[in-house]
């Protein structure tokens, strides 16, 4: 088990990982500098999603004890990217695509949903975990 100090070394990890994406707040400045309360709802709202990308990432760090996890976990967060919770329709202007296309979409979310919830005890067990959790 993980003292106390380490936990909050942990932690504050975090909040790190998250300020490193402070910049992009100043690119959208830059680009729409007439939108300045745009660009900190967009940061405000990258903020929660990397802190909790962030947690993720520690917590499969301690679980599997291998940053080559972590890694991989980054790299693949970074090419699918946030999912889609729009109508499938605004994406592809022009093509027209039944009702039933946004009914699976959202299963597929929900499909995801309960596979990461079944399969992440399983899928992070490392041989020499930094923490039983």
């Known amino acids: ?60 760090f301690l679980r599997t004890g291998c940053v080559w996890t972590v890694i991989l976990v980054h790299t693949f967060c970074n090419y699918i990217g946030l999912p889609t919770f729009g109508r499938i329709h605004d994406q592809y202007e022009g093509v027209v695509w039944g009702k039933w296309v946004d009914y699976v979409l959202w299963a597929g979310h929900v499909a995801g949903l309960v596979g990461f919830y079944k399969m992440l005890q399983p899928l992070t067990e490392g041989r020499e975990p930094l923490m039983r959790i």
């Open 1 to 60: 088990m993980l003292s106390q100090h380490m936990r909050r070394k942990l932690f504050a990890d975090v909040f790190t990982y998250m300020a490193g994406h402070l910049h992009h707040l100043y690119e959208f400045y830059l680009r729409n500098p007439t939108r300045l309360t745009s660009g900190i709802i967009q940061t405000i709202f990258q903020f929660v999603y990397t802190s909790m990308f962030g947690w993720f990432a520690t917590f499969v």
